[in-house]
Protein backbone atom coordinates (compact mmCIF):
# COMPACT_ATOMS: atom_id res chain seq x y z
CA UNK A 1 0.00 0.00 0.00
CA UNK A 2 0.62 3.52 -0.55
CA UNK A 3 1.49 6.56 2.09
CA UNK A 4 2.25 10.00 1.25
CA UNK A 5 3.26 12.23 3.76
CA UNK A 6 3.58 16.37 3.00
CA UNK A 7 5.76 18.87 4.87
CA UNK A 8 6.18 22.39 4.47
CA UNK A 9 2.72 24.29 4.96
CA UNK A 10 3.56 27.01 7.33
CA UNK A 11 2.30 30.72 7.56
CA UNK A 12 3.45 33.45 4.94
CA UNK A 13 3.09 37.02 4.07
CA UNK A 14 1.08 37.76 0.99
CA UNK A 15 3.56 37.75 -2.30
CA UNK A 16 5.99 35.25 -0.14
CA UNK A 17 6.47 31.99 -1.22
CA UNK A 18 6.35 28.24 0.29
CA UNK A 19 7.41 24.97 -0.85
CA UNK A 20 5.53 21.92 -0.29
CA UNK A 21 6.65 18.43 0.05
CA UNK A 22 5.17 14.81 -0.82
CA UNK A 23 7.02 11.37 -0.04
CA UNK A 24 5.95 8.43 -1.03
CA UNK A 25 6.62 5.20 0.26
CA UNK A 26 5.19 1.50 0.08
CA UNK A 27 4.19 -0.25 -3.55
CA UNK A 28 5.14 3.06 -5.62
CA UNK A 29 5.40 1.22 -8.79
CA UNK A 30 1.33 0.99 -9.79
CA UNK A 31 1.22 4.89 -9.24
CA UNK A 32 1.38 6.95 -12.59
CA UNK A 33 0.09 10.23 -11.01
CA UNK A 34 1.00 12.85 -7.93
CA UNK A 35 -0.68 15.58 -7.58
CA UNK A 36 -1.99 18.37 -5.15
CA UNK A 37 -5.75 19.20 -4.01
CA UNK A 38 -6.37 21.84 -1.59
CA UNK A 39 -9.43 22.61 0.72
CA UNK A 40 -10.23 26.19 2.12
CA UNK A 41 -12.55 26.65 4.76
CA UNK A 42 -16.71 26.78 3.28
CA UNK A 43 -15.34 25.61 -0.21
CA UNK A 44 -15.14 22.83 -1.84
CA UNK A 45 -12.09 20.89 -2.78
CA UNK A 46 -10.42 21.50 -5.70
CA UNK A 47 -7.29 20.72 -8.15
CA UNK A 48 -4.51 22.40 -7.91
CA UNK A 49 -1.37 20.55 -9.64
CA UNK A 50 -0.09 17.21 -10.87
CA UNK A 51 2.84 15.26 -12.38
CA UNK A 52 2.74 12.15 -14.20
CA UNK A 53 5.79 10.12 -12.69
CA UNK A 54 6.99 8.68 -16.27
CA UNK A 55 6.97 11.54 -18.84
CA UNK A 56 6.72 15.07 -16.11
CA UNK A 57 4.17 16.58 -17.85
CA UNK A 58 2.30 18.84 -15.65
CA UNK A 59 -0.97 19.76 -15.51
CA UNK A 60 -2.29 23.29 -13.58
CA UNK A 61 -5.33 25.27 -12.03
CA UNK A 62 -6.07 28.27 -13.54
CA UNK A 63 -6.33 29.95 -10.54
CA UNK A 64 -1.89 28.78 -10.12
CA UNK A 65 -0.76 28.69 -13.28
CA UNK A 66 2.06 30.71 -13.84
CA UNK A 67 2.88 30.92 -9.98
CA UNK A 68 3.00 27.41 -8.86
CA UNK A 69 5.68 24.66 -9.87
CA UNK A 70 5.22 20.98 -9.76
CA UNK A 71 8.46 18.97 -9.90
CA UNK A 72 9.50 15.20 -8.53
CA UNK A 73 12.95 14.07 -7.74
CA UNK A 74 12.15 10.08 -8.85
CA UNK A 75 14.65 8.87 -7.05
CA UNK A 76 13.64 10.20 -3.88
CA UNK A 77 10.01 9.45 -4.39
CA UNK A 78 9.13 12.71 -3.25
CA UNK A 79 6.93 15.47 -5.34
CA UNK A 80 7.14 18.93 -4.46
CA UNK A 81 4.80 22.45 -5.34
CA UNK A 82 6.70 25.10 -5.40
CA UNK A 83 4.27 27.98 -4.86
CA UNK A 84 5.52 31.98 -5.45
CA UNK A 85 3.27 35.29 -5.35
CA UNK A 86 1.20 33.78 -2.30
CA UNK A 87 -2.37 35.41 -2.22
CA UNK A 88 -4.60 34.82 0.50
CA UNK A 89 -7.07 33.13 -1.35
CA UNK A 90 -4.23 30.33 -1.77
CA UNK A 91 -5.00 29.77 2.20
CA UNK A 92 -6.02 26.06 2.50
CA UNK A 93 -5.24 22.67 3.60
CA UNK A 94 -3.29 20.96 0.85
CA UNK A 95 -2.85 17.42 0.28
CA UNK A 96 -0.61 15.29 -1.65
CA UNK A 97 -2.70 12.05 -4.09
CA UNK A 98 -1.75 9.60 -6.40
CA UNK A 99 -3.57 7.67 -8.86
CA UNK A 100 -3.03 4.74 -10.85
CA UNK A 101 -4.25 6.72 -13.96
CA UNK A 102 -2.18 9.92 -15.45
CA UNK A 103 -2.98 13.21 -14.15
CA UNK A 104 -6.73 14.07 -13.92
CA UNK A 105 -9.17 16.43 -12.25
CA UNK A 106 -11.53 13.64 -11.16
CA UNK A 107 -10.64 13.37 -7.48
CA UNK A 108 -12.74 9.78 -7.52
CA UNK A 109 -9.35 8.57 -9.45
CA UNK A 110 -6.56 9.54 -6.88
CA UNK A 111 -6.79 6.72 -4.15
CA UNK A 112 -4.10 7.66 -1.88
CA UNK A 113 -4.57 10.71 -0.23
CA UNK A 114 -1.92 12.50 2.81
CA UNK A 115 -3.21 13.75 5.94
CA UNK A 116 -3.07 17.59 4.75
CA UNK A 117 -0.54 20.46 5.47
CA UNK A 118 -1.95 24.14 6.35
CA UNK A 119 -0.55 27.10 4.04
CA UNK A 120 -1.68 30.28 5.61
CA UNK A 121 -1.27 33.85 3.56
CA UNK A 122 -1.58 36.31 6.07
CA UNK A 123 0.19 39.76 6.75
Known amino acids: QLQLVESGGGLVQPGGSLTLSCTASGFTFNYRAIGWFRQAPGKEREGVSC????????VYADSVKGRFTISKNNAKNTVYLQMNSLKPEDTAVYYC????????????????WGQGTQVTVSS
Open 51 to 58: INRSSGTT
Open 97 to 112: VAAQSFCTWSQVLYDT
